[in-house]
């Protein structure tokens, strides 16, 4: 293996395990869990539970043990990670890689629960997200075609 791969490989196992990352899925963890055990408590209470409601309990439910999984598999590495060969820390990256990203699935599950509250309030979240990303997306364009110069690190 040459030396940029190796460089390469190891920004990657970097970049996934850092604090950042760590603390938006725990983030996510602990709303599902609040969500899971609060709205499936007033859902028991329910006489007539809706759809909508029981597919938003499935996402969070679906995706929890994803959510679960990133933060065990992240402190285990940061834990051993003096003991682990390349090839252990790239499988462990690439599943921790792909648990995170279903994780962030369960912010649909958030917003079928606004949906099920009231549709003007989890369409306009929709919205809201919708705006975000395309500001930030057109944000990190404008940056990334312009040059920096001395000015704009004082």
Not at 49 to 60: E, I, P, Q, Y
Not at 90 to 113: A, H, Q, W
Request: some cysteine.
């Amino acid at each position: 293996m040459s030396k940029q791969n190796k460089k390469d490989k190891t920004l990657e196992i970097d970049s996934e395990f850092n604090e950042r990352n760590y603390t938006i899925v725990g983030a996510l963890f602990s709303g599902s869990v609040a969500y899971l055990v609060f709205a499936s408590q007033s859902a028991y209470q329910e006489v007539d539970l809706t759809d909508l409601r029981l597919a938003t309990l499935l996402v969070f439910a679906a995706i929890l043990p994803f959510q679960g999984a990133y933060l065990i598999i992240h402190t285990y590495v940061q834990r051993y990670s003096e003991f682990l060969n390349d090839q252990k820390m790239l499988t462990l990256t690439r599943l921790s890689e792909r648990c995170r990203m279903i994780g962030y699935l369960s912010v649909v599950g958030f917003t079928l629960s606004l949906i099920n509250i009231n549709e003007i309030i989890g369409f306009t979240f929709i919205f809201s997200v919708v705006s975000v990303i395309i500001l930030v997306r057109w944000s990190w364009n404008q940056g990334l075609s312009k040059k920096p110069s001395e000015n704009d690190f004082e």
